[in-house]
């Protein structure tokens, strides 16, 4: 069930997709996302339009999601966020239900390449969201040497003993092991070579010898706060922290780098088996594909959406990235260009965790 | 006329003897619910944690698989879990958490002591004045407590402002073990004082008199006196501190979000949390209980030996 | 005691107490602050109270929801725990026979292990075999109870010794069954160590963290601490300093209540009480 752009994959339909034509659903609908993944504005519209109340559960990591949806801990309507790396194991664990395109109107706005993309062909149980890349995201303003950014070389950075204590590091495995790959000229984020993860997993533990960095996901804010001067993090934390800059601060001071061959992902909506209320979710996933709701979503979010009428260039145009940023933009060749990380099985999985935790007892 | 009273006993013992006489056996009964709940919610779920610990992991989701017969159980998880606090990669957590913990209970002591001390010893309205604000931390969230201390201590927080101003620049929430332990301190100091000053209120201080009757200095009479007489009390306090302090993650989270940091609690949380191994977390948790128990066991006997000896 | 050590001493324990409220009275004061930032202040305004349109704790529908969550959360772990801890302590005191031992040490176990373990281990049993408990708000509850019994049991087992039983002994002898004893004499005399045991339940479910947070189950179960901590690892605005602050003045409100109550009944026994007498009962209750 694991598909790759290579091999794309159909997945397993397991249970049936609502009716068509029913009424949406009144009340709350619980909606389990990332924390501020969503502009509380456009939900407030959403609220008003449908007369119904939106009530979010937060998740720090895609396996704490799959954890708690597992043990029935949470109980939401709609998902936002996962991406294909745990797709296939939300699917064998049926925690999914079939989408019905019927309700999803704009699903002719989502752009061409991801409407039938190779982790769910026919996106039965997928609707993308949000497209972005990773790299490196820093202030311009502190002294991180920027010319040092290039090619492979370019991770290193994060290696660099100037930048202790200032540093930070995503809390995904995935990406950070993948970024101590890249350093080492493994450019393949799904590798199962053994030897190139246990290296990495060394890699990483001089990383936090050096740099004693932050595990989180929340450099968007700790940049822009000024708590945090180099970070991994993704294409739309920086384009999210303009938003949480200083009153009076030039968006100038944030930058983002990545290489060309970087790790790009898009992540998705999808709806719970036993969501409560199936029809509202199809309708806050269609009115997110609109692309003026898309549009002010992205101002609060940063993200680029994976939408085909909001390119970079019509991004920057509608004034709503600035200049400075216009690097953590991803284009249709960037996107082409980058390698996407895709689900593992469980034995190679095995190894990258044990890398990780290897990272993370310190 | 009791009606307004809370009825606590309002359990009436419903098969009770009505004799005159009661049986100390039929008191039992009105321990029983309370005894009932608790081998239910709590000495069940530490069995929960051995039938995790010692059970089977499905392989693809990586949940965990109780056996809750012993006669099933496997070890081979739990072997892997000491190897790896012992010689492998949870060693340096393990190592660091003991280390935090025991310079976090060194230095709440000396701070916890000579304000209990000084508590016990004054009287008057200042005494109550001073009690109530030392007491007034308990009411305070301990998150709110460690949340005030980040805010202080961020790049634009008033302590580092206040430093800059003599030209120190430092980043205070560097992920040190500094913060970390400062912050520990900060956290359990009020749980140290309490149960100090509850020592030292009781205290017969006309034993520390008579020993300056005896020509005593105020130091002698204190190191020698005041200090012995205390020891069951720090202990118990030291207890009361530690135990709690060896589990704990969020202070480490809140202060520190460096795997440079990582203690214990963090890694239990990690495993459990997170999802990704609870049977791990459930060895980790079973061998920090037995450390505790060690730790409890240990202080019981001795503190049961000092009674006697009096 | 030489007078400069003394005053070397009180400036001592007055630094401490500085160090240790102070950074907090800046939290509370940060709550009304007019900028976004939680560090640098920019002027007095009640925004994050009641004026921000979304994200002010009045008008932030989450805010309230956590706000409430935990107070439920707090008074149904009393109106459980107080009658349970109660009637166990008079019973473990009473009780001589053989288990008594056995349920003394049950009882107490809960407040040698760490929060830690006990929110793993409950975690672990509502997801492997008391399945029928959902996780949140149920969990919690029978978390915090199961956490704050002991602590009424060591509290009112205090009180009992320091009453013994010649007072109900006397009433059973002019011919009282033994529950209108308990009813009429015991209970009465155990009020102090009730309402004080059951003023820091109150405050200790309220401020609870790990046990919440283990059994939570999202958005509808989420208690203050809980958001608390998410929060400081998520954006935060002063609002956060706000609904902190009012975790702080609902504990107080907690305390406050215990003391009328016991103000109310000891006036109404006829006793004197005095300020410095209920801070002692309450200190108690907490060592």
Known sequence: MIGTPESPVTLPTVGE?????????????????????????????????FGVKVEFSIYDTEEIALAKMRSGGVKPDLIIGLTDSVLARFVAAELLQPLNKSYLTNFGNVIEGLRDPYYDLGAQYTVP????????????????????????EGWSQMWNPAYAGRAGVLDSYRDTISMALYRNGVHDPNTDDADALAQAGSDLEALAEAVRPQVDILAYQEIAAGNRDISLCWSGDTLAGVGYLPEGTSPDVLGFWYPQNSFTANDFFCIPRESQKPVLAHALIDFLLDADNSLANQAFVGYQPALEA??????????????????????????????????????????WLDAWSRFTTG | MSTSAPTSTGRAPAGAPRASSTTSRSWSVFALPGTAWLAVFFAVPLYAVAAIAFGRIDPVFRNALPAWNPLQWNFSTFVDVLGDILAGELRGVAVRTVFYVVVAVVCSLAIGYPVAYFLARSAGRTKTLILVLIVLPFWVSYLMRMLAWVNLLQRDGLVARFTSLFGVEHNWLDGSATAVTLGLVYGYVPFLILPLYATLERLD??????????????????????????????????????LPMLGDYYTNDIISRSPRTEMLGNQIDFYLNAGTQPQRGAVLVLVLSFVLACLAWWYVRDNARSEVVR | MMRRSARSLATFTWAYIAWSLVPVAIAVLFSFNSGRSRSVWQGFSLRWWTGDPNASLLRDESMRTVAVNSVVLALATLVVTLPLG????????????????????????????????????????????YAAVPLGRPAQILGHVTLNLSLVVVTVRARLLTIGSSYEEAARDLGASRATAIRLVLVPMLRPAIVAAGVVVFATSIDDFIVSSFLSSGAGSETV????????????????????????????????AGGVILWVLRRRSGERVTLRDFVNEVTQADA
Do not use: H
Not at chain 1, 20 to 37: C, H, I, K, Q, R
Not at chain 1, 133 to 138: A, D, K, N, R, V
């Open chain 3, 86 to 129: 109660t009637a166990m302590a008079v019973g473990l005191q009473r009780w001589r026979g053989r288990g008594s031992g056995a349920a003394s040490t049950l009882a107490s176990a809960p407040l040698v292990t760490p929060e830690l373990v006990l929110g793993a281990a409950l975690l672990l049993v509502f997801t492997n075999l």
């Open chain 1, 17 to 49: 997709p609502i009716a068509d034509g029913l009424a949406p659903e009144s009340g709350t609908l619980s909606v389990y996302n990332y924390a501020d993944y969503v502009n509380p504005e456009t939900i407030a519209a959403f609220e008003e339009k």
């Open chain 3, 225 to 256: 601490p809980v958001r608390i901590y998410g929060a400081v690892r998520g954006a935060s605005t002063p609002a956060l300093n706000a609904l902190a602050t009012l975790l702080v003045v609902i504990s107080f409100l907690g305390l406050v």
């Open chain 1, 129 to 152: 969201y949000v497209i972005y890349t990773t790299g490196i995201g820093y202030r311009t303003d502190r002294g991180i040497d920027t010319s040092a950014f290039v090619g492979d």
């Open chain 1, 310 to 351: 909001l390119t970079a260039d019509s991004l920057v145009a509608a004034g709503a990235i600035p200049e400075s940023l216009v690097s953590a933009l991803v284009t249709p060749a960037s996107f082409a260009a980058g390698k996407r990380l895709v689900s593992l099985t469980p034995e190679v999985d095995a190894l």
């Open chain 2, 205 to 242: 201080w006309r034993l520390v008199e008579a020993a300056r009757d005896l020509g005593a200095s105020p130091r002698q009479a204190f190191w020698r006196v005041t200090v012995p007489l205390s020891r069951p009390g720090v202990a118990a306090g030291l207890m009361l501190v530690a």
